[in-house]
């Protein structure tokens, strides 16, 4: 039977006797002032027996059964190696988190050995970085939730040493220890990775990493309290968000220089980057109307934004008091915009999975309607337009059409070179406008009731060619579209390219589009565009359990009858073998001429049996084709050898697959060409039906 202590939150069987309630409201304090986690134990955790400020990260590792097992050997045999070394010992675990585990003696009916976990924090801004790339695109995604990163902790090897010693103390005062063996902290911490370059962190101290805002509100916060608490205004907050820099926070019309900063910021600056830490002395910044200062603001040693005074020259004490609010609260924005930078990209990847996996089963021209569906709701808009671009008529088409006056919008086109979409293709640069008036545009027709000026227009192009244009208006809530909103869509455009470029194919919209990705010579898709397209496949198989084959042929003794009967004739045996393979292959099979001579046929949900009836097929149908001059060939025709590979355990990747279907065709040429391999098979293939 459990029981609860209202003092915290300790669990503990009816058996064993809790620790006091004095113990637990002194770890609660500790762990508070501390910023830190604190838990007690008995051997192996969890389960912990009370559980103080616990780590966010620390507590998704624990509640997931595939997971946890990466922390045993670290907080799961804390017990184990706090008793055996009777002090404080400090460890840094799988996740990059400092810990330190400490033995505590509870006297109460019967001597009970007990352990405290203390940290659980970062050290260092790198590491938390590398936790973040695991949970985006590494071997943690499957762990990601919005709660992961709400309680993160940051800190320094003497808080934790203080915490440490203050623990051992509250437990001597308690008579939890026995007075001739305190536990002490003999050894301070590990020194944190990185930390000789500046790479150390402030702690964080209890309400600072329990931000709740939004990156863009919290930066908003902070430059009031630089004006209440510092009286220090005009201002400007500048950070990294991706790969640019972009405004956060503005107060007392900073916009414009504060827009210099960031260009500045983006083109590079190596006098601002050679400042260093946020302390040193500022650079002066002379725009039209006056000057201003701009400190730099880094962590661990690396530049992340810029915060820009616009009251300038200021005096010793100002600076000062700027360095003193620099260093309170750039640690906290930066692991915000870490925060959200994870969650706009793992919101990112759920639509670019969706784009993939619902354009594989809608009808061509319901394509262009799901592809603008998923970036409204990632954009949070009310309203969406898909323009694709006719090259012949020199404009913009509405494809597709979210919102109010939908219908009316899909019938509307626009002049490349009299409107402002057209302009932002030929330009070939995003547009984001906060307010079309104030940007000094003609405002939108009365008729179409837009409730904001703000919108957002988008130009998709792939390989140096004009696809579209991407429109956002009306954003929910009212709000205007700024540079966080831009990049996201970036995230995105260029998974939005493709998918439109193989939308716009499979209606075959202009001549043009279908010459890229397809072979002039045969007819058959090229090799660029068969590589995407089984991707694609392996990625449909592996989420539907699907099979799936893949073949690759190519012309026996090609060179010889190339050589003997001239270029012309060659052109000719490489149509006729596409005709074959045309002729041969289902409409969901997919063959390209994948180089010279060789062909590959992507055979989708088909099983290794399946695949080598085709086989046999193809190279029937080639060998009993009368090409000219084929008596000359070998074997007294013009023939094809065949490998075969399908998706496995071991074939999983489309290089893999294809890798594997080039040996087998290898094999084939080595038993004496005109026949049919498969990889991982043996080479003597039974009899095979033939279906001519």
Sequence with gaps: ?????????????????????????????????????????????????????????????????????????????????????????????????????????????????????????????????????????????????????????????????????RLSSEAAKGELLPPSSPATAAEPPPQAAGEAHGEATAPLHGNSHAIRQSLRE?????????????????????????????????????????????????????????????????LSLTFQGGEAEVFPLTV????????????????????????????AHVLPLEILRLREELQRRMLAAHHLQSFSAVLNAVEPEEAYSTILRHSVELMRSERGSLMLFDE????????????????????????????LCGAVLNDGRPLVVKNLRAAGHAPAPADRNYKSDSFISYPIIIGGRRIGVLNMTDKLGGEVYDDLDLNLLELIAPQLALALDRASWHQKATQFQLLSITDPLTGLVNRRYMEERLAEEVERTKRHHFEMSFLMLDIDHFKLYNDRQGHQAGDLALEMTAQCLKSALRTED???????????????????????????????????????????????????????????????TPSAIIGAADQALYAAKKRGRNCVDIFGHQPILPPIPHAD
């Design 218 to 282: 919290s930066c908003q916060h902070a430059l009031a309290i630089l004006k209440s608490e510092y009286g220090i205004e005009p201002a400007a907050l500048i950070f990294r968000i991706e790969e640019k820099f972009v405004r956060l926070g503005v107060r007392g019309g900073m916009d414009a220089l504060a827009a210099i900063v960031c260009e500045r910021l983006n083109g590079d600056w190596p006098e601002l980057r050679e400042r260093g830490a946020v302390h040193e002395s500022p």
């Design 590 to 652: 997919v063959a390209s001429r994948y180089g010279g001579e060789e062909f590959t046929v992507l055979l989708p949900q088909t099983s290794i049996g399946e695949a080598c009836v085709i086989a046999e097929r193809i190279r029937r149908r080639v060998e009993r084709t009368q090409f000219p001059h084929g008596e000359t060939q070998p074997h007294r025709a013009v023939t094809v050898s065949i490998g075969i590979s399908a998706f496995e355990a071991e074939l999983e």
């Design 392 to 419: 012949g008529a020199n404009e913009l088409k509405v494809q597709a059409a979210i919102g109010p006056r939908a219908e009316v919008a899909q019938k509307m086109h626009f002049s490349l070179d009299a409107s």
């Design 300 to 327: 661990g040693g690396e530049l992340r934004g810029a915060l820009v005074v616009g009251r300038a020259p200021l005096n010793p004490a100002a600076r000062a008091s700027i360095g003193e609010f620099c260093a």
């Design 1 to 165: 039977m459990e029981k609860m202590i209202a003092a915290g939150s300790v669990r503990y069987e009816e058996e064993f006797t809790p620790p006091t309630s004095t113990w637990v409201a002194a770890q609660e304090s500790a762990a508070r002032e501390a910023g830190l986690s604190v838990l007690l134990i008995e051997g192996t955790q969890p389960p912990q027996l009370a559980e103080s400020n616990n780590n966010s990260i620390c507590k998704a590792f624990q509640s997931s059964p595939s997971h946890a097992q990466l922390c045993e050997p670290f907080c799961g045999e804390a017990f184990a190696r706090a008793q055996a070394a009777g002090e404080a010992v400090y460890y840094r675990c799988h996740a990059g988190l400092h810990c330190f585990a400490m033995p505590i003696q509870h006297e109460s009916q019967r001597p009970q050995q007990l352990a405290v976990i203390g940290g659980r924090a970062f050290l260092s801004s790198a590491d938390y970085r590398r936790l973040v790339e695991r949970f985006r695109d590494g071997d943690l995604q499957s762990l990601w939730s919005p709660e992961l990163l709400n309680n993160v902790i940051f800190s320094t090897p003497d808080e934790l040493e203080k915490l440490a010693a």
